[in-house]
């Protein structure tokens, strides 16, 4: 019980790390940049540099906009024929785009606003850039604090499950030493301590496992819109991890502890 609820807490923080990475990617690819043309250029030359923006690496979602069609949902918005009292469309063409996560660091963005306003087409380029600057920046601080939430708790894991099976080990000293002056070898002693501590954490990882998922379900159940659970892979590595890690932890520990009370002299052992 002892390893299942640290590989818990453990599989619970990465699963933390992994969802609020995820997070941090959809506000970054969801951060939107409008692009209007200037009046003089007609919607075929819009429409061919929307696909020239289309093509590039960084661009994730493009949604292009004519004026007549910007036309038609800002009179169905105001309830206002604007186009009838004026007698001509004042609204632009429009780009609305958003980037790949990876190219949503401040300079980044800033670089390819400024390439796009080197072009004769566009007359301006809108995008909240100082709140972009402040979700970076926070977003960034919590994920440093993840990571080391989580590599606190891996050291701490590393020590209880060490510690546990020392004192289980202890417990056990006098047998150990019983069957080798009875002649059993190192090996033949070992054997059974690594098979019954290895069955142990596998046992523990994978109730860790079930506990985390039970938990990802009632979380999904009463909270439906607050984190996509649809990807596997975050679970599916956070699972492996727990159970390379019990082995990591548990046969060393085993391994070592077992062979302390092997080499002791018996009159130490009391």
């Known amino acids: 019980m002892s390893i299942t609820l640290v590989l818990f807490l453990m599989g619970l923080l990465a699963l933390v790390y992994f969802y609020a990475h995820k997070l941090n990617e959809y506000y970054r690819e969801n951060f939107e940049i409008s692009i209007y043309f200037n009046d003089g250029v007609d919607e075929e030359e819009a429409i ?19 004026k007549d069609e910007a036309a038609k949902q800002e009179i169905e918005a105001q309830g206002i024929d604007f186009i009838q009292s004026l007698g001509y469309n004042p609204l632009p063409h429009s780009l609305y785009i958003t980037l790949h996560a990876e190219y949503t660091q401040d300079e980044q963005v800033s670089k390819i606003v400024s390439e796009i306003k080197k072009s004769s087409l566009v007359e301006s380029v809108v995008f909240p850039q100082d709140i972009l600057k402040v979700v970076n920046q926070n977003l960034k601080s919590i994920e440093y604090i993840l990571i080391s939430v989580v590599l606190f708790f891996l050291i701490a894991s590393l020590l209880v499950i060490n510690n546990t099976i020392r004192l289980n080990i202890f417990a056990r000293r006098f047998l150990i030493k019983s069957m080798q002056y009875v002649g059993a070898t190192d090996w033949f002693i070992l054997k059974p301590f690594l098979k019954l501590y290895l069955i142990q954490g596998i046992i523990g990882a994978i109730l860790a496992i079930l506990l985390n998922a039970t938990l990802l379900h009632i979380i999904d159940y009463n909270f439906p819109n607050m984190l996509d659970f649809s990807d596997p892979k975050p679970y599916i590595y956070v699972s492996a991890g727990l159970i390379l890690m019990s082995f990591i ?3 060393p520990a085993t391994y070592f502890a077992t062979k302390k009370y092997l080499k002791t002299d018996i009159n130490r052992l009391y």
């Open 48 to 66: 061919a540099y929307w696909m020239f923006l289309k093509q590039n690496r960084e661009v994730r979602n493009t949604n292009f906009i004519s």
């Open 249 to 251: 932890i548990i046969f």
